[in-house]
């Protein structure tokens, strides 16, 4: 099972930038999704974006679409999320995750999180 470590998350400003990063501990194999979610305190956990490892198809959730896009670095098993235009709205725990096949529901292996703050 694949475990993923996410990492880059802090305080920024209405209006700034971040990247997160998600290091996957073992191999990541051209059939995974790698996926981003959020949870912001008090709501459900919310589909952020995700990619194909083989690179073939994005989506991303309707909220984030403009702002964020998610890449991935095969020979350093990564995926990231280069986060701009941040929002107040944008604070919550970013979490990495895959599934096999391509979806946007269904993932597992959840990393632990990294805390996003945006301050207004």
């Known amino acids: 099972q694949v475990q993923l470590v996410e990492s880059g998350g802090g305080l920024v400003q209405t209006g700034g930038s971040l990247r997160l990063s998600c290091t996957a501990t073992?191999?990541?194999?051209?059939?995974?999704?790698m996926g981003w979610f959020r949870q912001a305190p008090g709501k459900e956990r919310e589909f952020v974006a995700a990619?194909?490892?083989?690179?073939?198809?994005?989506s991303y959730g309707n909220s984030v679409k403009g702002r964020f896009t998610i890449s991935r670095e095969i020979g350093k098993n990564m995926v990231y999320l280069q986060m701009n235009s941040l929002k107040p709205e944008d604070t919550a725990v970013y979490y990495c995750?895959?599934?096999?096949?391509?979806?946007?529901?269904?993932?597992?292996?959840w990393g632990q999180g990294t805390q996003v703050t945006v301050s207004s």
């Open positions: 990619i194909s490892w083989s690179g073939g198809r994005i």
């Open positions: 073992t191999r990541i194999f051209s059939s995974y999704v």
């Open positions: 995750a895959y599934r096999l096949g391509w979806g946007t529901t269904d993932f597992g292996s």
